[in-house]
């Protein structure tokens, strides 16, 4: 009976293990979130977190993810991206700080953003982070980059659309980027190559827009059903690759969310910045307002990104109209004509759910809502005006 009873833990915490799996990739390319308390030999710490309420009740939680290039987790952090999460409406929010960044790391001085990590750890990129954003993070996600290769390969690769030819070879660090164009599965060391590629004119803002393909091609491996059949190679990797404060019920929770949005909904924005040489390195200058402007508005959400196109032939419909939504907090991106013309405004969800929609079409008075979630897309919501807006339009 003993070992009966020892076989169906060993299996309920594999199972788990594959959920825990399951919820990562979302905003980290490259990076998946890890349960370091899985390892406890007595499971005391494993058990007692899934009892405990997601995120410890919060409306709002805030995450750092860092993917280091260091198996010993002392070199340089070659992704950071900051997170927040709205566990009641679902929303999940992304913004990426571009490793080049130049920022003041707290008791060293001006260095890139990257440096942090290898002057002090875990700790030291968390407070320099925050100090930039202004942002206090509850949790944190590091993981081991190298190891991540293991995990493309787990679930038996990622089909990614390889927009160039990418070649690049470094013999010091024993890497070899050698990929050509076109849509193909590619395997850890591919993928990995593909996403770490800078060696072209947009440099790390290049590698940045990669990586959120990335992101939302593994995330769509890691939560396909199929997957169960790997359970113990993924959490095997899962455990030896992560570092993260996040309980199984926070993890449980994320999983939930990202399957209710999609992972094409999930916001991932890249912060501003201007590509400088300074001093002789290649640096990413950062303006205060903008960075300020980017954490408001996609971490935050505060207002709503807007495209407003014309699908009348009123002239100045949609000028007029974008001009009344502005005065109600929104930021517009964009104002146009529309492909087609429509008798019905249209208003469309970026974001998933509606919940930004169904703010516009309070404030129009119309609208038929629908939602095509487009987590790359500048604007929140899109308005295409119809003729019912005639007689209406502000």
């Known amino acids: 009976m003993a070992s009966t009873i020892a076989d169906i833990l060993v299996r309920f915490r594999w199972w788990w293990l594959i959920w825990v799996a399951a919820a990562v990739c979302v905003f980290l390319c490259g ?35 860092i993917g280091v290039d260091d198996s010993e987790g002392r070199g340089l952090a070659d992704t950071i991206i900051a997170a927040v999460l709205f566990p009641r409406s679902g929303e999940i929010a992304a913004l990426a700080i571009p490793r080049d960044s130049r920022v003041l790391v707290p008791g ?10 290898s002057f002090g750890g875990l700790p030291l990129t968390i407070e320099t982070a925050e100090l930039l954003l202004g942002v206090p993070f509850d949790y944190y996600i590091e993981v081991n980059v190298p190891g991540l290769v293991k995990l493309v390969d787990a679930v038996g690769g990622v089909d990614l659309d390889v927009e160039k030819r990418m ?22 060391h591919q993928a990995m190559g593909y996403v ?3 060696h072209d004119a947009q440099g790390d803002l290049g590698r940045i827009e990669r990586q959120r393909k990335f992101i939302r091609a593994i995330a769509r ?29 926070d993890v449980l929770a994320l999983k939930r969310m990202v399957e209710d949005v999609g992972p094409d909904a999930i916001r991932i924005a890249t912060l501003p910045g201007a590509a400088r ?57 964009e104002v146009g004509n529309a492909e087609q ?29 629908s ?3 487009d987590g790359d897309n500048s604007a929140d919501v899109t308005v295409i005006l119809g003729r019912d807006m005639v007689g209406l339009s502000p």
């Open 31 to 65: 990076v998946v979130l890890g349960l370091a308390s899985i390892g406890d030999p007595q499971g005391v710490r494993w058990f007692a977190p899934i009892l405990a309420p997601p995120f410890g009740g919060r409306d709002h939680v805030s995450i750092l993810a």
């Open 108 to 117: 060293v001085g001006i260095r890139r953003i990257n440096e942090a990590h």
């Open 167 to 188: 070649y690049y070879r470094d013999l010091a660090q024993g890497l070899l980027i050698d990929l050509h164009p076109g849509r193909q599965r590619l395997d850890g």
């Open 196 to 198: 770490r590629f800078r």
């Open 221 to 249: 491996e890691v939560l396909s059903p199929d997957k169960v059949l790997h359970v113990k190679k993924l959490s095997t990797v899962f455990v030896d690759t992560v570092n993260t404060s996040l309980t199984p019920a």
């Open 277 to 333: 040489i300074i001093e002789g390195q290649s640096m990413i200058e950062l303006h205060a307002e903008e960075v300020q402007a980017s954490v408001d508005r996609v971490l935050w959400g505060q207002g709503v990104a807007l495209r407003v196109l014309n699908g009348t032939s009123i002239t100045r419909l949609a000028a007029r109209t974008a001009s009344f939504l502005e005065e109600r907090g929104c930021d517009i991106v």
């Open 341 to 369: 013309n429509t008798n019905t405004t249209i208003i469309i969800d970026h974001r998933g759910q509606g919940k930004r929609a169904e703010r516009v079409a309070s404030w129009l008075g119309r609208g038929a809502i």
């Open 371 to 373: 939602v095509a979630p």
